[in-house]
């Protein structure tokens, strides 16, 4: 929690800035940039956010990062589309947003673990350092053992503030419990 207060600053100022810039009609196109991703990131959420004590602009964008560029949804809720609503056989996109990160999606052996808050609040059971930590390095926090289908050697070139971001806004979805397979996946 050592950078919430840099956190809540950079918000205070993103928000002064963009307040200012809003009243002088133009905003920086930087501004403008972060701007939309927040908007987008909340426009594109498949669920309804729980935002209580949470860094909006942070979970816009961590949304926006979630849904957009990580392809999460894809890994992480099984089945990722409801029937009729998968964009790969050129359906409209529906996502299941009722197990929406729960896990379960089988890869092999391996099983895609459920990412929505505990009863804590953290994403995974995960403080936001093991959370970290895990996206740098690939090494689950549990056991060390390093995550062979997760890509963590591409989200850890994130910045923290990314990194943080996206912790939000999995902190800010529903609490799902996990979504065991209907049948346990073979070893080979």
Request: aromatic fraction near 6%.
């Amino acid at each position: 929690m050592r950078h919430m207060p840099l956190l809540l600053a950079l918000s205070a100022c993103f928000v002064a800035m963009s307040s200012a810039n809003a009243s002088e009609g133009s905003a920086a196109p930087e501004h403008r940039f972060a701007d939309s991703r927040v908007l987008t990131g909340f426009r594109i959420s498949p669920v309804e956010l729980d935002l209580r004590r949470k860094n909006r602009a942070l979970v816009g964008i961590g949304s926006y990062i979630v849904n957009a560029a990580g392809a999460c949804n894809d890994c992480h809720t099984s089945p990722p589309h409801l029937p009729g609503g998968n964009p790969y056989l050129g359906e409209p996109e529906i996502i299941n947003a009722a197990q929406f990160l729960a896990g379960g999606r089988a890869f092999g052996p391996l099983i895609s673990p459920n990412i929505t808050p505990d009863e804590h609040g953290r994403p995974a059971g995960l403080t936001y350092e093991e959370f970290k930590s895990l996206m740098r390095t690939g090494r689950d926090p549990e056991d060390g053992h390093i995550l062979q289908v997760m890509p963590w050697n591409i989200y850890g070139k994130l910045t923290n503030l990314d990194l943080r971001a996206i912790y939000e806004y999995l902190r800010a979805i529903p609490s799902l419990p996990d979504n065991a397979p209907a049948s346990p996946p073979e070893n080979p």
